[in-house]
């Protein structure tokens, strides 16, 4: 299994409240991305980075940051969490066209 | 518009029958896309790629691109219960350096 991890894998939140998701890679990729899966909606990106320092805004970036200080570690951060928030979020991890990318586990976010 | 488009479904077939899924895309700059299989609750999990027009296949699995058209196509083989899932479809552009995923189709295959 590529070495993925996100934390927390679960958590619940209250309206309002900042919340920091983290996805941690062992593998050395250059890319990561964040992604969020409703029902019906598929995956849809939120933020990605494409180097150290190196990230871009997605499809659905509003109410998002994201930070990428070192190759391993791509943080999402939620400034002010809503209920439209509620999500699972995705971690993916990899090296570009003509490469797999690989999922964490996810992570279920309920804002309440 | 999306820039990945698939018919999110459901699509029902019966075991052993062929199973085809579609997608299309909007930035002509992808240059290469992907199959995952997500089964629910699950992460998504690679089927296979196909960076050249034409067809590539993989054991039970076909995909077939055709970039002047922007569509690729998953055809699986000899379903099986096992296969249902949902399927999405995404495409990586290498200008903007991101990977963009539809909407997914979901596919039932009952004996």
């Known amino acids: 299994d590529a070495g993925i991890t996100q934390s927390p894998r679960h958590k619940v939140t209250e309206t309002g409240t900042p919340v920091t998701l983290r996805c941690h890679q062992t593998e050395n990729h250059r890319y990561m991305y964040w992604y969020r899966q409703d029902p019906g909606h598929g995956l849809r990106l939120i933020h990605y980075?494409?180097?150290?320092?190196?990230?871009d805004k997605g499809e659905v970036s509003d109410g998002y940051s994201v930070s990428r200080s070192k190759t391993e570690d791509f943080l999402l951060t939620l400034e002010s969490a809503t209920s439209s928030q509620t999500s699972v979020y995705f971690c993916?991890?990899?090296?570009?066209?003509?490469?797999?990318?690989?999922f964490g586990q996810g992570t279920r976010l309920t804002v309440v | 518009q999306k820039e990945v488009e698939q018919n999110s479904g459901p699509l029902s077939v019966p075991e052993g029958a062929i199973a085809s899924l579609n997608c299309t895309y909007s930035?002509?700059?992808?240059?290469?896309f992907f199959w995952y299989r997500q089964y629910s609750g699950k992460s998504p999990e690679l089927i296979m790629f196909i960076y050249s027009n034409g067809d590539k296949e993989d054991g039970r699995f076909t995909a077939q691109l055709n970039k002047a058209s922007q569509y690729v196509s998953l055809l699986i083989r000899d379903s099986q219960p096992s296969d249902s899932a949902t399927y999405l479809c995404?495409?990586?552009?290498?200008?903007?350096?991101?990977?963009?995923f539809g909407a997914g189709t979901r596919l039932a295959v009952h004996p």
């Open positions: 980075s494409y180097g150290v320092k190196d990230t």
């Open positions: 930035d002509r700059g992808s240059q290469s």
């Open positions: 995404a495409a990586f552009s290498g200008g903007y350096n991101k990977l963009i």
């Open positions: 993916a991890i990899g090296q570009g066209a003509n490469t797999e990318a690989f």
